[in-house]
């Protein structure tokens, strides 16, 4: 059985409760003694970058629904690590932010394609336990992450995908409604 650790996939099971987490895939961003961070992978929201930063001028860089903590937080990953100074290392070759005014720069200048980088409003936070907590009472399913997974644009297919790619135990959850009691 896998442990959670930076880079590490979270895919959420039936029994969380929390709405927004409902056929989420959280990638975890940081892991330590004292909490977690991640980034819902599949929550994609109705803005683009340009529509919360003025100085965007373009509109290909869709905006993800991160998690329920801090809407008022940027966030992104990214593969472009050499190019984007301060820019922490996750996993293979999947970074975390960096010098923002820098990737504005590159964004304006064409110089990264939208391939190469995934924004997002807010994050999920876990203090010291409760991601233990919540992984012991079966709230979360962990799965090695790569950077072609996180990379990609998606949507609760993603969810679908992973959870396919799973042992026969996991088909019933392929078709489960929002909510189970208006079914």
Request: aromatic share 10%; hydrophobic share 35%.
């Amino acid at each position: 059985m896998l442990k959670a650790s930076k880079g590490k996939l979270l895919i959420s099971t039936p029994s969380i409760e929390e709405s927004l987490f409902f056929k989420s895939v959280i990638l975890l961003t940081d892991h330590s003694s004292s909490g977690s961070m991640g980034l819902i992978l599949n929550h994609p929201s109705k803005y683009k970058l340009c529509d919360i930063i003025q100085n965007i001028s373009s509109s290909k860089y869709q905006i993800y629904i991160g998690g329920p903590v801090d809407h008022q937080s940027l966030h992104y990953i990214h593969i472009l690590g050499d190019l984007i100074p301060n820019s922490i290392k996750i996993c293979n070759n999947l970074y975390w932010g960096g010098d923002f005014k820098h990737l504005i720069d590159l964004i304006n200048k064409n110089m990264i394609t939208n391939s190469s980088i995934r924004f997002f409003i807010g994050y999920c936070g876990w203090d010291a336990n409760q991601l233990k907590n919540e992984l012991n009472d079966k709230h979360w399913i962990i799965e090695n992450s790569n950077t072609k997974i996180c990379m990609k644009y998606s949507n609760s297919n993603l969810w679908r995908e992973m959870i396919k790619n799973k042992s026969e135990d996991y088909a019933i959850w392929l078709n489960l409604p929002k909510d189970p009691t208006l079914n």
